[in-house]
């Protein structure tokens, strides 16, 4: 079989399943495994390079406005490779080729190949998508025994906050500027992890507030994981956003509990590592549950998630 695939976490999920040699093409974004990134890249981002944070926001929202694409599909590579299958999402238009551009070209190849789009909302839609992909690639088993070892993961964190005396409040920010609460899984996430989303509701897409309405919340942890970002980008924007003095009295910036995480890996792209990312957040909400000397937590938070902390000018 000759696999297309259109969005990273799709792209991990091939690879989880064993289908690197059958995976023909990826996104210009797909970066996991490293191995992916000698595949042929067959998408372009018609958003101009080097954008500030707020001027990328802009950016999106103005050609989405306008009813233009953000990616591009490379054609003539697509008719070249001739895919048996195409993976796409119909989830989110600022991720990915939409679905409807994708099967009006993919029904004018030669062979026409067959489309399948997953549209996971919540954690269990992630883990059904596996399956989903398991189906279309012919490796059914394979992808159940990959679903039922990332829910042993889940119930060991379920199991390690059994009887947890706190909930602390927590809010998910997927952008800076402006800030954009993060919807969709992370609230599953962050309920998972032993808290409690003060403002993303699960299931629902992510949505713009203010930073009036983040102090509001009154947040006891602040989780920095703007979209498409690594360690290093969410903390140099937390650090950059949260460093307003107007901010410092939102309870998580008081008391020192903000921390950036590498959103790209873990908790942006709905693939396996999106459990990963509720072991980050439950080591993060409950360290003397999820972190201790003898926990495999302990280096993955380490190099997955760090401070971000303010430093008056001056």
Same mark, same amino acid.
Request: proline share 9%; aromatic share 4%.
């Given at each position: 079989?000759?696999?297309?695939?259109? /969005?990273?976490?799709?792209?991990?999920?091939?690879?989880?399943?064993?289908?690197?040699?059958?995976?023909?093409?990826?996104?210009?974004?797909?970066?996991?495994?490293?191995?992916?990134?000698?595949?042929?890249?067959?998408?372009?981002?018609?958003?101009?390079?080097?954008?500030?944070?707020?001027?990328?926001?802009?950016?999106?929202?103005?050609?989405?406005?306008?009813?233009?694409?953000?990616?591009?599909?490379?054609?003539?590579?697509?008719?070249?490779?001739?895919?048996?299958?195409?993976?796409?999402?119909?989830?989110?238009?600022?991720?990915?080729?939409?679905?409807?551009?994708?099967?009006?070209?993919?029904?004018?190849?030669?062979?026409?190949?067959?489309?399948?789009?997953?549209?996971?909302?919540?954690?269990?839609?992630?883990?059904?998508?596996?399956?989903?992909?398991?189906?279309?690639?012919?490796?059914?088993?394979?992808?159940?025994?990959?679903?039922?070892?990332?829910?042993?993961? /889940?119930?060991?964190?379920?199991?390690?906050?059994?009887?947890?005396?706190?909930?602390?409040?927590?809010?998910? /920010?997927?952008?800076?500027?402006?800030?954009?609460?993060?919807?969709?899984?992370?609230?599953?996430?962050?309920?998972?992890?032993?808290?409690?989303?003060?403002?993303?509701?699960?299931?629902?897409?992510?949505?713009?507030?203010?930073?009036?309405?983040?102090?509001?919340?009154?947040?006891?942890?602040?989780?920095?994981?703007?979209?498409?970002?690594?360690?290093?980008?969410?903390?140099? /924007?937390?650090?950059?956003?949260?460093?307003?003095?107007?901010?410092?009295?939102?309870?998580?910036?008081?008391?020192?509990?903000?921390?950036?995480?590498?959103?790209?890996?873990?908790?942006?792209?709905?693939?396996?590592?999106?459990?990963?990312?509720?072991?980050?957040?439950?080591?993060?909400?409950?360290?003397?549950?999820?972190?201790?000397?003898?926990?495999?937590?302990?280096?993955?938070?380490?190099?997955?998630?760090?401070?971000?902390?303010?430093?008056?000018?001056?």
């Amino acid at each position: 079989m000759r696999i297309v695939s259109l /969005l990273p976490s799709l792209t991990e999920i091939v690879w989880a399943l064993g289908l690197a040699d059958e995976l023909v093409a990826v996104t210009h974004e797909c970066d996991y495994p490293p191995a992916v990134r000698s595949k042929p890249r067959i998408t372009r981002s018609l958003v101009p390079p080097g954008l500030d944070h707020a001027a990328i926001d802009t950016a999106v929202r103005e050609r989405v406005a306008a009813g233009l694409p953000l990616y591009e599909l490379d054609l003539q590579a697509l008719r070249t490779l001739a895919p048996d299958l195409i993976l796409t999402q119909d989830l989110c238009p600022v991720c990915a080729v939409s679905v409807e551009d994708v099967c009006r070209i993919a029904a004018t190849l030669p062979r026409p190949p067959r489309v399948v789009s997953v549209q996971p909302m919540r954690l269990s839609e992630i883990l059904a998508s596996i399956e989903t992909v398991g189906e279309a690639t012919g490796r059914p088993a394979t992808a159940r025994a990959l679903v039922a070892a990332l829910g042993q993961r /889940l119930d060991w964190v379920r199991q390690r906050l059994s009887g947890a005396d706190t909930r602390p409040r927590v809010v998910c /920010l997927e952008w800076l500027a402006p800030p954009i609460v993060a919807g969709h899984w992370v609230p599953d996430m962050v309920e998972l992890a032993g808290g409690v989303d003060a403002l993303g509701v699960a299931g629902q897409p992510s949505y713009t507030v203010t930073w009036e309405q983040v102090a509001a919340a009154a947040p006891d942890v602040l989780v920095v994981m703007p979209c498409g970002y690594d360690l290093a980008g969410s903390r140099e /924007l937390g650090q950059r956003y949260l460093s307003d003095p107007a901010l410092q009295e939102i309870p998580a910036v008081a008391r020192d509990r903000v921390w950036a995480v590498d959103a790209s890996s873990y908790f942006s792209r709905p693939g396996p590592r999106v459990v990963h990312g509720v072991e980050i957040l439950a080591a993060l909400l409950h360290p003397e549950r999820c972190m201790t000397d003898t926990s495999a937590l302990a280096a993955p938070v380490a190099v997955a998630a760090s401070h971000v902390r303010y430093e008056p000018a001056g």
